[in-house]
């Protein structure tokens, strides 16, 4: 059983940079892939980013390419997305994913109550 809880989340100019942060429970959190979601009023959830358990394999939206990055520290039992360049369309509430066949991409098994992420244009 894996707990997540999201933080980092808030409100940020167009342009402008945010870094979610996912602490995780559990013993096999390392071996545990991880992903974000996100998702705006009135639209469906989408994948944003993944990573796998070892962090040498990630996946990334093509909307989000380039600007935002997915990391984990598995001795910290973290994950994180480094955010970039910043658009109004980012604006969504984010939630951090893991999965237990430590794979960069869907299904996930566990969620986080998800963090708020609104950019202002």
């Known amino acids: 059983q894996v707990q997540l809880v999201e933080s980092g989340g808030g409100l940020v100019q167009a342009g402008g940079s945010l870094r979610l942060s996912c602490a995780a429970s559990?013993?096999?959190?390392?071996?545990?892939?991880m992903g974000w979601f996100r998702q705006a009023p009135g639209k469906e959830r989408e994948f944003v980013a993944g990573i796998n358990w070892s962090g040498g394999s990630t996946y990334y939206l093509d909307s989000v390419k380039g600007r935002f990055t997915i990391s984990r520290d598995n001795a910290k039992k973290m994950g994180y997305l480094e955010m970039n360049s910043l658009k109004a369309e980012d604006t969504a509430v984010y939630y951090c994913?893991?999965?237990?066949?430590?794979?960069?991409?869907?299904?996930?098994?566990?969620w986080g109550q998800g963090t708020q992420v609104t950019v202002s244009s």
């Open positions: 994913t893991a999965q237990r066949t430590g794979m960069a991409t869907p299904p996930y098994d566990y």
């Open positions: 559990g013993r096999t959190f390392s071996l545990y892939g």
